[in-house]
């Protein structure tokens, strides 16, 4: 039998919940953080994929030969975005306190609209690209 080995990375977000594991579209398990599972599977062609509620990754296509091993590592998309949340301080939180607190600037808040509409992407059209599965890069 071929193997399809997934590895979930350590990461801030989705620390303690599970993400859903996909193959063909039926689930066939489930992986923790820090996790690396083995799934046994017949040898061909394969769609791989993980959820957690509504979102999850794009699909993977696979064609897995006979006693071959495939790697794949499972990750939140935000998780390697610290800049994100540094731009996020920097260029929207301090500006908004500054402008409320120093001119009484009513519409700082406005600041806010470019993060609420990333939220939004990944709330509806973007939702199979909040988790991340790649295939592992060998070792050497």
Not at 34 to 42: D, L, Q, V
Not at 92 to 120: D, G, N, R
Request: charged share 25%; hydrophobic share 40%.
């Amino acid at each position: 039998m071929a193997v399809i080995k997934i590895q979930r990375e350590k990461s801030f977000a989705d620390k303690v919940r599970d993400y859903k594991v996909f193959i063909d579209n039926i689930q066939v398990g489930t992986i923790s953080e820090s996790e690396t599972k083995e799934f046994h599977i017949e040898e061909g062609k394969h769609i791989i994929s993980i959820k957690i509620d509504w979102a999850g990754s794009q699909e993977i296509k696979v064609d897995i030969k006979e006693n071959e091993t495939i790697t794949l590592l499972a990750n939140n998309y935000s998780a390697k975005h610290w800049l994100v949340s540094v731009y996020y301080i920097i260029f929207v939180t301090l500006p908004h306190l500054f402008l409320k607190y120093s001119f009484e600037f009513q519409y700082s808040a406005l600041l806010f609209i470019p993060s609420l509409a990333v939220m939004t992407y990944y709330l509806t059209i973007g939702r199979n690209k909040y988790l991340t599965l790649t295939t592992a890069k060998p070792k050497y």
